[in-house]
């Protein structure tokens, strides 16, 4: 079993900064091969924002790749999110996001943490 805990979400102004951090623990984590972010608004399905290999490789969405950046201790089994001009649109719950490789054809088993809100105030 793997549990996600995050923690770092707040109110900020829109411009703000704020940095979300996530472990994995349990018996499984140390066979997580990638963890991320993804987030949900109020009435809106949830949305990839970043995710990052145990390898480094890094993947963003669009509307926040200049603004936030994704990086992972791997022996920790912690990421980190830093999110940087934050506006009103980024409002939303973030939930971190680990993925544990199963199978030699890249089949596995996600891992989802119950989630940290972000409200951004106008």
């Known amino acids: 079993q ?3 805990v995050e923690s770092g979400g707040g109110l900020v102004q ?3 900064s704020l940095r979300l951090s996530c472990t994995a623990s349990g018996r499984s984590a140390g066979g997580i091969d990638r963890m991320g ?3 949900q608004a109020p009435g809106k399905q949830r949305d990839l924002v970043a995710t990052i290999t145990n390898g ?4 963003y969405a669009a509307s926040v790749e200049d603004r936030f950046a994704i990086s992972m201790d791997n022996a920790k089994k912690t990421v980190y999110l830093q ?3 934050l506006k009103p649109e980024d409002t ?3 939930y971190c996001y680990g993925f544990r490789t199963i199978t030699v054809e890249g089949a596995g088993r996600d891992y ?6 972000v409200t951004i105030s106008s």
């Open 92 to 94: 939303a719950v973030y």
């Open 2 to 4: 793997v549990q996600l």
């Open 56 to 59: 480094g490789r890094t993947n």
């Open 83 to 85: 999110m940087n001009g």
């Open 37 to 39: 972010w993804y987030r």
């Open 112 to 117: 989802w943490g119950t989630g940290t809100p």
């Open 14 to 16: 829109a411009g703000g």
